[in-house]
């Protein structure tokens, strides 16, 4: 069974650019995660969909930050435009529960380490 | 609001026993989870403990788990080399910090 795929794998940009980053969960995964993870740090939830809707975009900067599940499967994350401290590896995950309560296995990509200059 | 977190560093050698602790703040988690981040790659769940529970084995882990402290530990017995990476607790999507592992011949 495949992982979950993330791209680009490494991206640097100068501030006040834009970037999107994508990610293609497990077939057949219901629910997608995005996390920001600044060096040192743990990972920190941007938004959490299940199929294409929103379930938690509290911690998404929404003035600069927007995500997209199209159908229900692919995933977009874009940021628009940079800040230094946007700095940070980018991790999306899956997993195949409702992922609100009970056991909930999240799967993770490699994620997309951005560098902005 | 939620937190989760734990002490940054350890260092032990080959052979030994690891011991990672976690402290959370939200009694409402029904499991806790453990995951491990080697250099380069995304998590990997390592193991977890539903709530009802106090201690889970499996293997060479050992997980511990006191509800009334909120406190979560994970134990490595017999640590190896291929264990250096960090380990992160977490509740649902909340993530502690992450402890970094250092295993030394």
């Known amino acids: 069974e495949a992982g979950v795929a993330q791209s680009p794998r490494y991206k640097i940009i100068e501030k006040r650019q834009s970037v999107a980053f994508w990610c293609n969960p497990i077939?057949?995964?219901?629910?997608l995660y995005w996390y920001q993870q600044i060096l040192g740090q743990g990972p920190k939830l941007l938004i959490q969909f299940q199929n294409n809707g929103v379930v938690d975009d509290s911690q998404l900067p929404k003035d600069r930050f927007s995500a997209e599940r199209l159908k229900g499967v692919d995933s977009t994350l874009k940021i628009q435009p940079a800040k230094l401290e946007d700095s940070a590896v980018y991790l999306c995950?899956?997993?195949?529960?409702?992922?609100?309560?009970?056991?909930?296995?999240?799967?993770f990509g490699p994620g997309t380490r951005l560098t902005v200059l | 609001g939620e937190d989760v977190e734990q002490s940054l560093f350890l260092s032990v050698r080959e052979g030994d026993s690891s011991v990672i602790n976690c402290t959370y703040t939200?009694?409402?988690?029904?499991?806790l989870y453990w995951y491990k981040q080697e250099p380069g790659a995304g998590l990997q769940l390592l193991t977890y403990i539903f709530s009802n529970m106090d201690m889970k084995q499996d293997q060479r882990l050992t997980v511990l788990l006191n509800k009334k402290d909120k406190h979560l530990s994970l134990r490595i017995a017999d640590t190896q080399t291929g264990d250096s990476a960090i380990y992160f607790c977490?509740?649902?999507?909340?993530f502690g910090t992450g402890t970094r592992l250092q295993v030394f011949p």
């Open positions: 939200d009694s409402s988690s029904t499991y």
């Open positions: 995950a899956s997993s195949p529960t409702d992922g609100t309560s009970g056991y909930n296995e999240q799967f």
């Open positions: 077939s057949g995964h219901a629910t």
């Open positions: 977490a509740e649902l999507v909340i």
